[in-house]
């Protein structure tokens, strides 16, 4: 099982979890599947690789992940 880690920000000093960022827009890959489904893969595909983890409360992606110690 996978478990969101907690992050702390350098920018807001906030600790919580992550908020995942994607390029693009939903509707545009929307659209995309509707009017030509190739073309909504590679857009899927190119929103999946420019996802990034930002800061929930600041939207900073100056975040680090808090490291579990056992
Ligand atoms: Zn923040």
Avoid: D
Avoid at 47 to 61: L, Y
Wanted: with cysteine; hydrophobic share 35%; proline share 3%.
């Amino acid at each position: 099982m996978l478990k969101k880690k907690q992050y702390v920000c350098l920018n807001c000093n906030h600790i919580g979890f992550p908020k995942l960022t994607k390029k693009g827009s939903k509707k545009t890959e929307i659209f995309w599947w509707v009017v030509a489904t190739p073309i909504a893969i590679i857009y899927s595909i190119y929103r999946r690789i420019g996802s990034k983890k930002i800061c929930e409360n600041c939207e900073s992606e100056n975040i680090i992940v808090l490291a579990k110690k056992n």
